[in-house]
């Protein structure tokens, strides 16, 4: 089963965060704006306007745009979800979020290995 999530900006931005393992601040220069601006569209307190948005999609082009634009939901892996997860839930830096993958994958190799007899 495929994961689906529709997104609004506040879980776009967090979601782009998520997968491109970018603090607010990094997010924030890869757009050219403030990281203020970042967490006030986070928070669902500011929207961004369509110069902003345009901003937004010049720097992810790669993103479903269509989709996201449409209402759709959109699929975005389990690895995706987790790292929005927990950096939700522990607001950890990029450092952090890096050694969380690195180990999620060590425990992934070592549970599909064999077991030694």
Do not use: C
Not at 62 to 71: K, R, T, V
């Amino acid at each position: 089963m495929k994961n689906t999530k529709r997104v609004d900006w506040v879980g776009l931005l967090k979601m782009i965060r998520g997968k491109y393992s970018l603090n607010q601040m990094e997010l924030a220069e890869k757009i050219g704006i403030s990281k203020q601006t970042v967490s006030h569209y986070e928070t669902g307190k500011y929207k961004p306007k369509t110069g902003t948005a345009d901003l937004i999609k010049k720097a992810f082009p790669e993103l479903p745009w269509d989709e996201i634009s449409s209402g759709k939901e959109i699929y975005y892996s389990k690895d995706e979800h987790l790292v929005e997860m927990i950096s939700r839930l522990f607001k950890l830096n990029v450092d952090e979020l890096n050694l969380i993958k690195e180990n999620i994958d060590f425990l992934l190799k070592q549970r599909t290995r064999p077991e030694k007899k």
